[in-house]
């Protein structure tokens, strides 16, 4: 059965440190993997992996996959208020032609205090 | 601007009763797909769409129905045999042509039975 699993389920730091969230994946067929960023409705976009882009960085968030060990970590430096979310992982499952499902992790509740 | 509208934002059904929610995508994709999120849980499936006029269950079809005929619209409607359909609704879209592959989310509707 495909599962994707993240840790931790919910964090709490101060502003300015620096916070590693992590996802692991069993998944048949692995296509790629995505981060998502929920503040209070819609997940936003943040970064997606495959096999020929492992590593993405924008500002202070970058990720990385590591597909020998089937996980992912996202890391933020420098936290701020507004880094306070849901962060959502999810790996894209190949069916065959062009179909894409994504199938997504409990998610990491990150809460950063002032 | 294009975009996914889901709606309403806030739903409350009796028991025994079906509600309809709506989703609406102005982006020209051609796959849709229905989430459920439960507090302290991620994402699971519930139907989704690659063309018009055809679906699939997902992880959880059990007491919910989908019907896509138009490739704008896919609604999905929580029957009475859902058992526990309070929760957080989100329906998202996708182009399924490879090398141009996202998700758009909508906003959401959060049902609540009482």
């Known amino acids: 059965e495909d599962k994707v699993v993240q840790s931790p389920l919910s964090l709490v730091v101060h502003e300015g440190d620096t916070v590693t969230l992590n996802c692991s994946y069993e998944?048949?067929?692995?296509?790629?993997l995505l981060w998502y960023k929920q503040e209070k409705k819609a997940p936003t976009f943040l970064f997606m992996l495959?096999?020929?882009?492992i590593e993405k960085k924008s500002g202070r968030l970058s990720s990385i996959l590591d597909k020998k060990e089937l996980s992912s970590i996202l890391n933020i430096t420098a936290t701020q208020t507004g880094d306070s979310a849901i962060y959502l992982c999810?790996?894209?499952?190949?069916?065959?032609?062009?179909?894409?499902?994504?199938?997504f992790g409990t998610g990491t509740l990150l809460a950063v205090q002032p | 601007d294009g975009g996914i509208t889901q709606s309403p934002k806030y739903l409350f059904r009796k028991e025994g009763q079906n509600v309809t929610l709506s989703c609406e995508q102005n982006?020209?994709?051609?796959?849709m797909y229905w989430y459920r999120q439960d507090p302290g849980q991620g994402l699971r499936l519930i139907y989704y769409?690659?063309?018009?006029?055809?679906?699939q269950k997902g992880d959880i079809a059990e007491g919910y129905s989908v019907s896509r005929e138009k490739k704008e619209s896919f609604p999905l409607t929580v029957t009475s045999a859902q058992k526990n359909p309070t929760a957080f609704y989100l329906c998202?879209?996708?182009?399924?042509?490879?090398?141009?592959?996202?998700?758009?989310f909508g906003s959401g509707t959060r049902l609540t039975v009482v």
């Open positions: 769409s690659q063309i018009v006029n055809d679906f």
């Open positions: 495959t096999s020929s882009g």
């Open positions: 982006l020209n994709h051609d796959a």
């Open positions: 998202a879209s996708s182009t399924s042509r490879r090398g141009d592959w996202g998700y758009t």
């Open positions: 999810a790996v894209e499952r190949g069916y065959g032609g062009a179909t894409n499902k994504l199938i």
């Open positions: 998944v048949t067929n692995f296509r790629s």
